[in-house]
C-alpha cells in the first residue's frame, strides 16, 4: 500500500464538495420539515446511512488513495486498477454506499422526495458509468480492465471474489 498523502487530500476535499452535496446537503434540503422516525425503524435506518458512509469512505481513501494512487474524481484518476477490498465483489461499490446514505435517509425521514432523487442518483451514476467512466478505464487499462470487467459484476455484488 503507498500512502500518498496527496491523493489523500484531493481525495478529503473531493468527499466533502461531490458526496458530501449529492448525499448529506441535497437529502438534507429535500427532507423539508419531516422528522425522523423512531425506534427500530431509526435504529435501522440509520444503519443503512452508516454502512453506505463506510462503503464509500473505504472504498474512496484505502482503494483509491491508498491502493491506487488516486482519487474518485475524473481529474484526477488512480494510477493502478483497483481490484482489491469491495471491488472484488462489485466494480461500483462508492455509487452503492453513496445510494445507501441517501435511501437510508430517505427512509429515516419517510421521504418520497428523498427516494426519488436517489433513483435519479442511481440513473445519472449508471450512465456516467457505461458512457465515461467505462470506456475511460478501458483506454487506460486496457486487458487488465477486460478481464476485471468480464468477472466482476457492475451493480449487483457477487457472493465469491
Given amino acids: 500500500m503507498r500512502a500518498d498523502v496527496s491523493a489523500v487530500a484531493k481525495t478529503v476535499v473531493f468527499t466533502v464538495f461531490v458526496p458530501g452535496t449529492v448525499a448529506a446537503y ?12 423512531t425506534g427500530a425503524e431509526e435504529w435501522a435506518a440509520i444503519t443503512v446511512i452508516v454502512i453506505g458512509i463506510a462503503i464509500y469512505l473505504h472504498t474512496a481513501f484505502w482503494g483509491f488513495a491508498l491502493i491506487g494512487g488516486g482519487t474518485p474524481a475524473p481529474i484526477a484518476p488512480t494510477k493502478v486498477l483497483v481490484v482489491k477490498g469491495l471491488h472484488r465483489f462489485v466494480r461500483n461499490p462508492m455509487y452503492i454506499g453513496v445510494a445507501l446514505v441517501i435511501g437510508g435517509q430517505a427512509w429515516l425521514f419517510h421521504s418520497l422526495h428523498i427516494a426519488i432523487y436517489m433513483v435519479g442518483m442511481l440513473l445519472t451514476a449508471h450512465l456516467f458509468v457505461i458512457f465515461y467512466e467505462e470506456p475511460t478505464l478501458r483506454k487506460q487499462f486496457g486487458q487488465e480492465y477486460d478481464r476485471y470487467r468480464a468477472s466482476v459484476p457492475r451493480w449487483i455484488p457477487k457472493v465469491r471474489p
Fill in 26 to 37: 441535497v437529502p438534507w434540503r429535500l427532507r423539508q420539515d419531516a422528522v425522523p422516525v
